[in-house]
């Protein structure tokens, strides 16, 4: 496909191109021709009866540009043909494009997904450096980074806040929290919350009891 009948294509407003795919398309590993020729399948339906005569008419493209098409798609996994027969027993092929859907939403799930990551460890460094008071330097920061890929980050925070409770600012021991935690069964900051108030019920009732001495044989109050 020439890249004037592109132009054509695209200004007959046959095919309508969503934003997001247009965005995202070159992580497929596709050309701008294949990404035009699926959009235009797009708009046909997830499945539909293969006619290459039809479509070459309707692109302007020769059906052998047709065939090379979808057979480059098929190829990376982006569309399905499927053999069946239709009503008179003649056998039919049709094409499904569901996998394009798929890939273009695990697309954009990885992206939401590092996206969040990054939020959070952005969230834990402005925590961990507002508890400390000061800025964090490279290696601590690999520690945290760490952290990020082995624990919750509410976890992170709950052993953060419980080495400052502690008067520590130190990296270190906070991973010796996070590992002693993790040992324990700790994943989770509701986790947390249960052990210390478990940890705090224990140590108050091992506090021994304060019992008031009193000489009553010894009383200075004379009657």
């Given at each position: 496909m020439k890249?004037?009948q592109l132009?054509?294509?695209l200004?007959?407003?046959?095919?309508?191109?969503?934003?997001?795919?247009?965005?995202?398309?070159?992580?497929?590993?596709?050309?701008?021709?294949?990404?035009?020729?699926?959009?235009?399948?797009?708009?046909?339906?997830?499945?539909?009866?293969?006619?290459?005569?039809?479509?070459?008419?309707?692109?302007?493209?020769?059906?052998?540009?047709?065939l090379?098409?979808?057979?480059?798609l098929?190829?990376?996994?982006?569309?399905?043909?499927?053999?069946?027969?239709?009503?008179?027993?003649?056998?039919?092929?049709?094409?499904?494009?569901?996998?394009?859907?798929?890939?273009?939403?695990?697309?954009?799930?990885?992206e939401?997904?590092k996206?969040?990551?990054?939020?959070?460890?952005t969230?834990?460094?402005?925590?961990?450096?507002?508890?400390?008071?000061?800025?964090?330097?490279?290696?601590?920061?690999?520690?945290?980074?760490?952290?990020?890929?082995?624990?919750?980050?509410?976890v992170?925070?709950?052993?953060?806040?419980?080495?400052?409770l502690?008067?520590?600012?130190?990296?270190?021991?906070?991973?010796k929290?996070?590992?002693?935690?993790d040992?324990?069964?700790?994943?989770t900051?509701?986790?947390?919350?249960?052990?210390?108030?478990?940890?705090?019920?224990?140590?108050?009732?091992?506090?021994?009891?304060?019992?008031?001495?009193?000489?009553?044989?010894?009383?200075?109050d004379?009657?």
């Amino acid at each position: 496909m020439k890249q004037k009948q592109l132009v054509s294509l695209l200004e007959s407003k046959n095919i309508v191109v969503p934003l997001l795919f247009f965005k995202e398309y070159k992580k497929l590993n596709i050309s701008l021709e294949e990404f035009i020729f699926l959009m235009y399948l797009k708009d046909k339906g997830n499945t539909f009866t293969f006619d290459p005569k039809s479509m070459s008419e309707e692109l302007g493209i020769s059906i052998k540009d047709i065939l090379v098409l979808i057979s480059s798609l098929t190829d990376k996994k982006l569309l399905l043909i499927d053999t069946f027969k239709n009503d008179k027993g003649i056998g039919e092929e049709k094409v499904d494009i569901s996998l394009f859907y798929e890939k273009i939403a695990s697309i954009i799930s990885d992206e939401v997904i590092k996206d969040n990551e990054e939020m959070l460890d952005t969230s834990i460094f402005s925590t961990i450096e507002k508890e400390f008071g000061r800025t964090l330097n490279s290696s601590e920061i690999e520690f945290i980074k760490a952290w990020a890929s082995s624990f919750d980050s509410g976890v992170i925070i709950e052993a953060v806040k419980e080495a400052v409770l502690n008067g520590v600012s130190s990296i270190r021991y906070i991973d010796k929290i996070l590992y002693e935690w993790d040992k324990k069964g700790i994943k989770t900051s509701e986790d947390v919350r249960h052990f210390l108030n478990n940890k705090n019920k224990e140590i108050k009732e091992k506090e021994p009891v304060e019992v008031f001495d009193y000489d009553w044989f010894d009383d200075d109050d004379d009657e």
